[in-house]
């Protein structure tokens, strides 16, 4: 507990550190294009008003959770079948990594084609964009398991969804959450890209608007407003990896 406040303490500390920075340097320059963070500051009056929520953020962190988690769901059910047939592996990754090698942005064309300009067009083209990831690490996770893992599972009798839901996937889940962590990332820039090109709200639309009525603070008021969505949920990632995988934190300790 006490490497935890440590680590938060070191983290806070290089967050102060940096603004202090920027203060320090923005002030001295007085460069219309970097604004003090002191500024910008003043400008998120107009993103944290509920009335700014509900336009502006809240419809831009639904389509990455319901994205992200889309993804995540038929990424890992995926990865856990492909994963655990052998034969299937080699067949399926060229298409994959054929698939993970298209920028999602080259086929944005498409899906507003097919799926119109709303906000499940934005979903889908958010999970599309964001699933590679989850599924390259969960096959990865499930083919690199012990083999004494799975003889020991064997040997108990244990099969069908215990197997799968007791062994397969708790020790391919370091890997799973590798592959997590990346795709949570990639969903906020495929959702900022989205709403830049079809949408009329969310952090997207309001930073390239901002950016087209020369609101240069509140463009840079909206990029801090996306860090701090994205600190936000990836703390959330980690809280939920450190409550299911602190078993092999501990055991590791325990072999050291």
């Excluded at 969804?161 to 949570?184: H, K, N, Q, T």
């Excluded at 709403?195 to 709200?201: F, K, L, T």
Aim: glycine share 10%.
């Amino acid at each position: 507990m006490k490497g935890l406040y440590r680590q938060a303490a070191e983290t806070l500390g290089l967050f102060i550190g940096i603004i202090v920075v920027w203060q320090l340097l923005t002030s001295s320059f007085q460069e219309l294009y970097f604004p003090t963070p002191w500024t910008i500051a003043q400008k998120l009056d107009g993103w944290l008003s509920w009335s700014a929520l509900q336009e502006k953020i809240f419809p831009s962190l639904i389509r990455v959770a319901i994205g992200f988690g889309l993804a995540s769901v038929a990424g890992v059910a995926l990865g856990v079948a492909i994963g655990l047939w052998r034969g299937l592996s080699g067949f399926v990754e060229p298409v994959i990594h054929f698939f993970r090698a298209v920028p999602p942005p080259a086929v944005l064309p498409i899906f507003m084609i097919f799926f119109g300009i709303g906000h499940s067009m934005k979903v889908l083209f958010i999970a599309f964009g964001v699933i590679w990831p989850i599924l390259i690490n969960t096959i990865k996770g499930v083919q690199s398991i012990d083999q004494t893992q799975i003889d020991s599972a064997r040997i108990f009798g244990i099969t069908g969804a215990r197997y799968l839901f007791r062994v397969i996937i708790p020790a391919a889940s370091p890997e799973i959450f590798a592959g997590l962590r990346i795709s949570l990332a990639l969903s906020f820039i495929l959702m900022v890209i989205s709403e830049m090109i079809s949408a009329s709200g969310g952090i997207g639309f309001e930073i390239l608007n901002s950016q087209a009525n020369f609101d240069i603070i509140n463009m840079w008021a909206g990029m801090v407003v996306l860090g701090l969505c994205g600190i936000i949920f990836s703390s959330l990632l980690s809280l939920i990896e450190n409550r299911l995988l602190h078993w092999q934190r501990g055991a590791r300790g325990k072999e050291q």
